[in-house]
């Protein structure tokens, strides 16, 4: 490749410089968009393509798929005319990540530089630009990313937040907004978990269409009836309303009345599950059952429920921290915050360590806000329960809590119903 010096004054910052000649131009901008291909790695996401998007879903209701279809055709209108930022927001699997990659495949196709990544591969690779071995410097490969053409940034928020990824990340977030260069973003975490310099530039209209894509997870979707790796209410399928003991013969009226409100309150939960609903009372009064009887109930009309005792889902937790399981701890936590229905059996914060405490305060609050439909069973009374729970079931607008006041069972598990003879 030949080069030239330019002919300028000695104390001119580029004297003595070699520069490339004009003629070589093309080639080097041949060679610039080959590493910006290679870098992004798009063959992994070359089948990610509009035509590929699947815009309506046999399992999804008429509104959801409605909602699809209007998502796919903004997402592919900023791809016909990629000005500005496009910020694309939702859980696992919802599809955004699919059309973060359109968007690259399409602006590809009609010969632009585009770069695709996720978050944490680009400080990845920036951080490998330091050692010896790097076909690239760190400031040649930084200054590209921040002025390539299209920018997708996969999985915002994904990162490790040490200070030096913090400050990349917003360097580089920020240079594009100040350039109003095109940019995608995906992330799936809540808005308040990013740096707030970040945040505020993503949530600015005048630069940012911002689309929540408010869906279930697609892969999930498609085994809709397979249940979840955590849930354990296979170990409950005996326990279903049809089955449920009333104890007409040994328990004094109060407690049979109440017994019988428990199980309609159930019921009526179960068959339109809104809000939250908490069942409170001694162990073997029949909490368990009716929280897995509405568990039950809903599996069987198709939807995704996820029922499981508080240690449990902390031991499910903490699991995702082994190398060796297939599943990030952000997969984890995501899936139990954000499915459709979850019923977590014996609650209790009393023994629990300062970092179960706080995420089940992040599980119980992301619900209560977000409005998912919830069921807890627990035996301490309210005045027990962690203030930050109590705080949000005693919002009587959004959950109902209900007492349960019959002892324990006799042998600790409840007796089959007697069958009727035939007359």
């Known amino acids: 490749m030949g080069f030239v010096t330019r002919d300028v004054p000695v104390d001119h910052p580029d004297f003595g410089k070699a520069f ?38 046999p399992n999804f209701t008429a509104e959801q798929n409605n909602t699809l279809s209007r998502i796919y055709r903004q997402v592919w209108a900023y791809a016909e ?65 921040r002025n390539v053409p ?7 928020g994904a990162e490790s937040p040490t200070p030096w990824a913090r400050e990349k990340l917003f360097q ?41 894509i408010d869906l279930p997870d697609f892969r999930r979707n498609e085994h809709r009836h397979t249940r979840n790796a955590l849930t354990s209410l296979n170990l409950y399928a005996d326990m279903i309303f049809e089955r449920f003991d009333f104890r007409e013969d040994t328990l004094p009226d109060q407690e049979r009345r109440n017994l019988r409100q428990a199980f309609e309150i159930a019921l009526q939960f179960a068959t339109q599950p809104q809000g939250w609903l908490v069942f409170m ?3 073997g009064c029949g909490k368990t059952f009716l929280a897995a009887a509405i568990a039950n109930h809903r599996a069987l009309q ?28 952000s997969q984890r936590f995501e899936e139990i915050r954000t499915v459709p229905l979850l019923v977590i059996d014996e609650l209790d914060f009393t023994a629990a360590s300062p970092w179960a405490v706080e995420k089940l305060r992040q599980i ?17 009374d309210l005045e027990a329960l962690d203030p930050v729970l109590r705080s949000r079931i005693m919002d009587a607008r959004f959950c109902h809590v209900f ?21």
């Open 20 to 57: 490339p000649c004009i003629c070589q131009r093309d080639a080097l901008e041949l060679r610039r968009q080959e590493y910006l291909r290679k870098l992004s790695n798009l063959d992994a996401v070359a089948d990610k393509t509009f035509e590929t998007f699947q815009v309506e879903l």
């Open 81 to 145: 005319n990629p000005q500005g930022w496009l910020f694309l927001e939702g859980n696992y699997g919802c599809g955004k990540t699919h059309l973060a990659a359109a968007v690259a495949n399409y602006r590809l196709a009609q010969g632009d530089s585009v770069l695709f990544m996720t978050v944490p591969d680009l400080l990845d690779h920036l951080r490998a630009t330091f050692g010896p071995t790097s076909d690239i410097t760190y400031d040649d490969l930084f200054d590209r990313v």
């Open 150 to 156: 299209l920018l997708i940034l996969d999985d915002l």
């Open 172 to 212: 580089i977030i920020n240079h594009r907004y100040l350039h109003r260069l095109s940019t995608v973003i995906t992330t799936n975490v809540d808005l308040d978990r990013l740096d707030p310099r970040v945040r505020s530039r993503l949530l600015d209209r005048s630069i940012t269409d911002s689309i929540k």
């Open 281 to 283: 009372g001694e162990h």
């Open 302 to 329: 198709g939807d995704v429920v996820m029922f499981v005792t508080a240690p449990d889902l902390l031991d499910y937790l903490r699991e995702a921290f082994n190398p060796m399981v297939g599943t990030t701890f």
């Open 364 to 380: 119980v609050n992301y619900r209560y806000r977000a409005q998912l439909p919830t069921v807890f069973t627990t035996t301490l």
């Open 403 to 423: 007492a349960i006041l019959a002892p324990d069972y006799r042998g600790g598990q409840p007796p089959l119903p007697r069958r009727r003879s035939a007359r």
